[in-house]
């Protein structure tokens, strides 16, 4: 299986931050690499797929980038909205795996 | 707009059978493939299964030997089977689009239903 190691597991910012969250895969795989944002009770939500393409309606401030091992996610100026948990995810093989999430906290 | 709706028992008990269906609006389930993922209490995210309606599913090592995935194209639904379950399967399963092929790469979960909570205890 392809583990996923996210960081950092979790983050306290203020609106107006630039955050940067990590991903990084136990092998390479090229650009299968998939971003979600959790709220509290609701369902995942797809934010970027394909390490950098934007879900349609996902705000820019989201951005995606990287490939083989190594992966990030960015929200550029953060809104009240953004406090959530975030998650990656490897499509590149089976079983597909997330990474175990990172809770981003108001500070 | 495509919309999925997880139903099935909240209570199930030790050593019984999980059984949960998926229901899809706003699309046909012959058109894409589509996914169980659960997500225990407090802990992350877990793929269970995807399946395409006319192949044989693709499910987590971790569960394959207690699980079966089936499609109904009549009532465009999609069901998971788990049996002999324990306390560590209680989770909130969720069904979900699985986006494969194109820009996608090999595949992203695009549509989610709201999740349905399944407990197991006596």
């Known amino acids: 299986d392809i583990q996923m190691t996210q960081s950092p597991s979790s983050l306290s910012a203020s609106v107006g931050d630039r955050i940067t969250i990590t991903c990084r895969t136990s092998q390479t795989i090229s650009s299968y690499l998939n971003w979600y944002q959790e709220k509290l009770g609701t369902a995942p939500k797809l934010l970027i797929y394909?390490?950098?393409s934007l879900q349609t309606g996902v705000p820019s401030r989201f951005s995606g980038s990287g490939s083989g091992t190594d992966f990030t996610l960015t929200i550029s100026s953060l809104q009240p909205d953004d406090f959530a948990s975030y998650y990656c995810q490897q499509s590149y093989s089976t079983p597909i795996t997330f990474g175990q999430g990172t809770r981003l906290e108001i500070k | 707009q495509v919309q999925l709706q997880e139903s099935g028992p909240g209570l199930v008990k030790p050593s019984e059978t999980l059984s949960l269906t998926c229901t899809v609006s706003?699309?046909?389930?012959?058109?894409?493939?589509w996914s169980w993922i659960r997500q225990p209490p407090g802990k992350g995210l877990e793929w269970i299964a995807f399946f395409y309606y006319n192949g044989s599913p693709s499910s987590n090592p971790s569960l394959n030997s207690r699980l079966t995935i089936s499609g109904d194209t009549s009532k465009n639904q999609f069901s998971l089977r788990l049996n002999s379950v324990t306390a560590a399967d209680t989770a909130v399963y969720y069904c979900?689009?699985?986006?494969?092929?194109?820009?996608?790469?090999?595949?992203?979960?695009?549509?989610w239903g709201q999740g349905t909570t399944v407990t197991v205890s006596s």
């Open positions: 979900a689009r699985l986006q494969m092929g194109g820009s996608y790469g090999a595949g992203a979960f695009d549509i």
């Open positions: 706003g699309g046909s389930i012959s058109s894409f493939y």
């Open positions: 394909a390490a950098s």
